[in-house]
């Protein structure tokens, strides 16, 4: 491995660890209740289970995979920070896949190619937040990254094992993400065309081996292969239930393209226009992405991630060309150009992520995830109350690591059968006066804000109510 893919390789591990270690929150609930707190819910007996597992529209095989991992780090006593950071720390490393390949990509057109294209896979905002996700977006983004930069230029001629490379990362992004189909459609249609024997057939063949584990998985899990596949298309797309979380119109991922890039957009599709030729297919895997969810009446940035990364990523080989058109005109300059171009992408990304239009992102969820790891060190802990939030905003047992009972506030039943359920308290600053007297003020996490959260103490045991039901008793969580 030569020195800069190496140190590419650290500088992008370097900042993805630090994200995970500092920014310990919640982009989506989904991180949670669709992987971690099924993961903890398998290695430790108890968690939430939401309504997507109990209709079975989600794969259980990476819960199962880091499960097995909390198994072990629970049994040597690692804390819920522990071992969570460790399971962010492998999706991470696992990222790691798309610096090399992006520089492999560019290494074959040239060393500056090579240079900004692994530069801006280690450091682009976007990638490095989505890094250590547990989400399915995120992670398949990895795959199909992969599969783009295996398959580049079009005119290489591909030999066998990287075709069915190629088609191994295929197949794991449709099952990880199987909305990305129209996209992965796409990318295979320009890679093979129609050259069935020298293309299609290696490329199916290692598309083959991930979906037979999905689909074993399933059949594992659920009883049926593909069960999670066909039911999440059934549930969320024939029956609408996608669309009781919100719906958006058509150009809304547009909007929030713009958005995301900030002032950086006119300059960022600029460098995506000079690349177009080259990078024809990037470009139209990513439209196709964009297009297939915009149809969708429910949108999330996170489900078009994989589509602005393949954009940033084009833009930073079409700033690769036009460095390279700079230092055939100034030959004495050049390094000083590649060097200046390189430290305008490291600064504009760092502009863009703490910018007003991402900086939110970093902290959502933050001080009820730090809430939870306060509350796992209380010995005397024996039940929690929600006062102010929503169940689905918590990390759930996961983050919290104790099998107490934790209660959402109803407003049919009296406060008082809360309070006697539950010896701890999650509140609003503002609403601490509306518990009883003998709840105690602790730590607020915030700077005096009324929307300051507190942790509140009532000294004393937990008496239990049957009419009183816990996150653990309550099924068909977010209907």
């Given at each position: 491995?030569?020195?800069?893919?190496?140190?590419?390789?650290?500088?992008?591990a370097v900042l993805r660890l630090g994200v995970a270690a500092a920014f310990p929150n919640l982009?989506?609930?989904?991180?949670?209740?669709?992987?971690?707190?099924?993961?903890?819910?398998?290695?430790?007996?108890?968690?939430?289970?939401?309504?997507?597992?109990?209709?079975?529209?989600?794969?259980?095989?990476?819960?199962?995979?880091?499960?097995?991992?909390?198994?072990?780090?629970?049994?040597?006593?690692?804390?819920?920070?522990?071992?969570?950071?460790?399971?962010?720390?492998?999706?991470?490393?696992?990222?790691?896949?798309?610096?090399?390949?992006?520089?492999?990509?560019?290494?074959?057109?040239?060393?500056?190619?090579?240079?900004?294209?692994?530069?801006?896979?280690?450091?682009?905002?976007?990638?490095?937040?989505?890094?250590?996700?547990?989400?399915?977006?995120?992670?398949?983004?990895?795959?199909?990254?992969?599969?783009?930069?295996?398959?580049?230029?079009?005119?290489?001629?591909?030999?066998?094992?990287?075709?069915?490379?190629?088609?191994?990362?295929?197949?794991?992004?449709?099952?990880?993400?199987?909305?990305?189909?129209?996209?992965?459609?796409?990318?295979?249609?320009?890679?093979?065309?129609?050259?069935?024997?020298?293309?299609?057939?290696?490329?199916?063949?290692?598309?083959?081996?991930?979906?037979?584990?999905?689909?074993?998985?399933?059949?594992?899990?659920?009883?049926?292969?593909?069960?999670?596949?066909?039911?999440?298309?059934?549930?969320?797309?024939?029956?609408?239930?996608?669309?009781?979380?919100?719906?958006?119109?058509?150009?809304?991922?547009?909007?929030?393209?713009?958005?995301?890039?900030?002032?950086?957009?006119?300059?960022?599709?600029?460098?995506?226009?000079?690349?177009?030729?080259?990078?024809?297919?990037?470009?139209?895997?990513?439209?196709?992405?964009?297009?297939?969810?915009?149809?969708?009446?429910?949108?999330?940035?996170?489900?078009?991630?994989?589509?602005?990364?393949?954009?940033?990523?084009?833009?930073?080989?079409?700033?690769?060309?036009?460095?390279?058109?700079?230092?055939?005109?100034?030959?004495?300059?050049?390094?000083?150009?590649?060097?200046?171009?390189?430290?305008?992408?490291?600064?504009?990304?760092?502009?863009?992520?703490?910018?007003?239009?991402?900086?939110?992102?970093?902290v959502t969820d933050r001080d009820l995830v730090n809430a939870e790891f306060v509350l796992y060190?209380?010995?005397?802990?024996?039940?929690?109350?929600?006062?102010?939030?929503?169940?689905?905003?918590?990390?759930?047992?996961?983050?919290?690591?104790?099998?107490?009972?934790?209660?959402?506030?109803?407003?049919?039943?009296?406060?008082?059968?809360?309070?006697?359920?539950?010896?701890?308290?999650?509140?609003?600053?503002?609403?601490?006066?509306?518990?009883?007297?003998?709840?105690?003020?602790?730590?607020?996490?915030?700077?005096?804000?009324?929307?300051?959260?507190?942790?509140?103490?009532?000294?004393?045991?937990c008496i239990a109510d049957p009419s009183l039901p816990s996150l653990l008793d309550t099924r068909?969580?977010?209907?």
């Amino acid at each position: 491995m030569d020195r800069t893919r190496l140190g590419l390789l650290i500088l992008a591990a370097v900042l993805r660890l630090g994200v995970a270690a500092a920014f310990p929150n919640l982009h989506h609930p989904d991180e949670s209740y669709q992987f971690f707190e099924q993961a903890h819910r398998l290695a430790f007996g108890y968690g939430v289970l939401p309504w997507e597992f109990e209709e079975g529209i989600r794969s259980m095989l990476l819960p199962a995979l880091f499960a097995k991992l909390f198994s072990v780090l629970g049994a040597l006593g690692a804390s819920p920070y522990a071992y969570l950071f460790a399971a962010r720390a492998l999706l991470a490393c696992l990222s790691l896949v798309v610096v090399a390949s992006m520089y492999d990509y560019g290494r074959r057109i040239g060393p500056t190619h090579a240079i900004v294209g692994g530069l801006v896979a280690a450091t682009w905002f976007e990638l490095v937040y989505f890094s250590g996700r547990p989400l399915m977006e995120a992670i398949a983004t990895d795959f199909l990254l992969a599969a783009l930069a295996l398959g580049s230029p079009r005119s290489r001629e591909l030999r066998v094992p990287t075709l069915a490379l190629i088609g191994g990362c295929a197949g794991a992004c449709l099952m990880l993400r199987v909305q990305l189909a129209p996209g992965l459609a796409v990318l295979l249609l320009g890679l093979c065309g129609t050259r069935l024997r020298a293309r299609w057939l290696p490329v199916l063949a290692g598309a083959a081996v991930p979906i037979a584990v999905f689909g074993a998985s399933d059949w594992i899990s659920w009883g049926s292969p593909f069960h999670s596949q066909i039911g999440a298309f059934r549930i969320n797309y024939l029956a609408h239930k996608a669309s009781h979380y919100g719906v958006e119109p058509v150009g809304w991922y547009l909007t929030t393209l713009l958005g995301t890039w900030w002032v950086a957009s006119p300059l960022l599709i600029a460098l995506v226009a000079v690349r177009w030729r080259a990078q024809a297919l990037w470009i139209a895997v990513a439209v196709a992405i964009v297009a297939s969810h915009s149809l969708v009446p429910h949108k999330e940035y996170r489900f078009v991630f994989p589509a602005f990364a393949c954009l940033a990523l084009v833009a930073a080989f079409g700033s690769a060309d036009l460095i390279e058109r700079l230092r055939a005109r100034f030959p004495r300059r050049g390094r000083a150009v590649l060097i200046a171009a390189c430290a305008a992408w490291v600064a504009g990304s760092a502009a863009l992520a703490a910018g007003p239009r991402y900086a939110f992102n970093w902290v959502t969820d933050r001080d009820l995830v730090n809430a939870e790891f306060v509350l796992y060190r209380q010995p005397t802990l024996c039940g929690l109350l929600l006062y102010s939030y929503p169940w689905y905003e918590l990390g759930g047992y996961a983050f919290l690591h104790r099998n107490v009972p934790i209660y959402r506030r109803f407003s049919d039943v009296p406060l008082a059968v809360e309070e006697r359920a539950a010896n701890f308290a999650l509140v609003r600053r503002s609403e601490l006066a509306e518990l009883g007297p003998e709840y105690e003020a602790g730590a607020c996490l915030g700077r005096g804000s009324p929307h300051d959260l507190c942790i509140v103490e009532r000294r004393g045991e937990c008496i239990a109510d049957p009419s009183l039901p816990s996150l653990l008793d309550t099924r068909r969580l977010g209907e």
